[in-house]
């Protein structure tokens, strides 16, 4: 460890290069805070969107509701350790930095660590969990949207265990050789490295299998173009989040491996997965952010067919409290009250393709059921019954 100005440096500069701890180089320090700040101002509207319709347009909350409110808390949790990180220096060189500042973001890198894990996890379920809600006919689609949520979590599970435990005692992981007491055992850690690879790999696989596992669902369904690439972009924009992991894939193995400037390297690292989570999280809100606009064009269309009063459409619109149900307001305006639907029926609206998602079963059973009527009926016409009903 050198010294310079009283300051003990947590670890040496490089050849040539004159530390300055009045006044470090801003690398990705004010770039760390902002973008922090950004995605909990962005996703934060996303998922109260997603609260609001389930609570007032479209209830009830469902199993995946729940985990995209977990999964916006971890990932407000991630972007309070990134700032915690910027508190004690991440985004400066490291060798601007003493030593009690480092250790500070060691602690704070630990805690980013920990959380990660589980923000990614439960982000790809919410995913994962609207996806086999709205493909639910599809029975492959549902098996392999459920194996993968399965196969993450014998993944994500045992890492954190060994996240927790990287070092013993614990305190190894953010207090450097040098700073420890004369005599004090050196703690035994795994190989940290290879735990921050690992998780990238898997992470950018699941992104990638996210992405991919509707496509084929979405390419069978018989509706426009226009209509299936809409589902497309709001099932796939976490092709972006697939991208971040990637990148993050290729700084770990150029970057993190070798890295010599650890409070620069992991802020950009972390920066990839403020990115991966947040994306993430704004997709698996999308669909019910669609019944808005989708239940504000219908009242107004309405509106606009019955002449309506200002004063009535927004009564209807307050919210549209109950518009699965008959209720009050539709009574007073003279509306015909929609039936209760299910679970499964409240997804496929939330994706506007209600009438795509219909099996093919289903459809040949209508035609069928069209054909016979038009038989029977040309049957009377000519005087005669079918063989089967003359048998009955």
């Given amino acids: ?26 690398v990705l320090y004010t770039i760390n805070f902002v973008t922090q700040i950004a995605s909990m101002a962005l996703v934060t509207p996303f998922v109260a969107m997603r609260v609001l319709v389930k609570a007032y347009i479209s ?31 991440g985004g400066y060189h490291v060798y601007e930095l ?30 994962l969990l609207v996806i086999a809600r709205v493909f639910n006919s599809f029975r492959k689609t549902r098996i392999i949207t459920f194996l993968l949520v399965g196969a993450m979590a014998f993944y994500y599970a045992p890492m954190l265990f060994l996240k927790m435990n990287v070092c013993r005692p614990i305190s190894g992981f953010w207090t450097p050789l040098a700073s420890m007491e004369p005599g004090a055992p050196a703690p035994v850690c795994l190989n940290q490295r290879a735990m921050f690879v690992a998780d990238t790999i898997i992470s950018a696989i699941t992104d990638t299998a996210v992405l991919i596992i509707p496509i084929p669902a979405t390419v069978s369904l018989r509706m426009p173009w226009q209509r ?17 992991s990637i990148v993050r ?26 990115a991966e989570v947040g994306i993430g999280l704004i997709c698996a809100c999308l669909p019910a952010i669609n019944i808005v606009f989708a239940k504000t064009n219908e ?28 209720t009050a307001t539709d009574m007073s305006l003279g509306t015909r009250a929609r039936p209760t639907t299910t679970a499964n029926e409240d997804a496929i609206e939330m994706m506007g393709i209600e009438e795509e998602l219909q099996s093919d079963g289903t459809r ?28 009955s």
């Fill in 1 to 26: 460890m050198q010294r310079r100005d009283n300051i003990t440096a947590a670890a040496p500069p490089p050849p040539g290069v004159t530390p300055n701890f009045a006044q470090p180089e801003d």
């Fill in 59 to 89: 209830p009830p909350f469902l199993v995946e509701d729940y985990v995209c409110v977990l999964a916006w808390v971890l990932s407000t949790a991630y972007s309070v350790t990134a700032i915690l990180m910027y508190k004690f220096g």
């Fill in 98 to 127: 003493s030593v009690e500042k480092y250790e500070g973001f060691l602690k704070a890198l630990y805690a980013d660590t920990l959380v990660y894990g589980l923000n990614a996890y439960f982000t790809k379920v919410a995913l």
């Fill in 228 to 244: 299936r690439l809409k589902v497309w972009s709001m099932l796939g924009l976490g092709g972006v989040a697939t991208a971040a």
């Fill in 249 to 274: 894939l290729v700084i770990v193995f150029t970057s993190i491996q070798e890295s010599e400037d650890q409070t620069v390297d992991f802020v950009r690292f972390n920066l990839l997965g403020t």
């Fill in 299 to 326: 009242q107004s269309a309405h509106a606009e067919s019955e002449g309506s009063s200002p004063s009535a459409y927004f009564q209807r619109l307050k919210f549209l409290r109950g518009s699965r149900l008959q």
């Fill in 364 to 391: 040949e059973a209508q035609w069928a059921a069209a054909a016979g009527n038009r038989i029977v009926r040309g049957s009377r016409q000519l005087g005669t019954q079918p063989e089967a009903t003359r048998r």
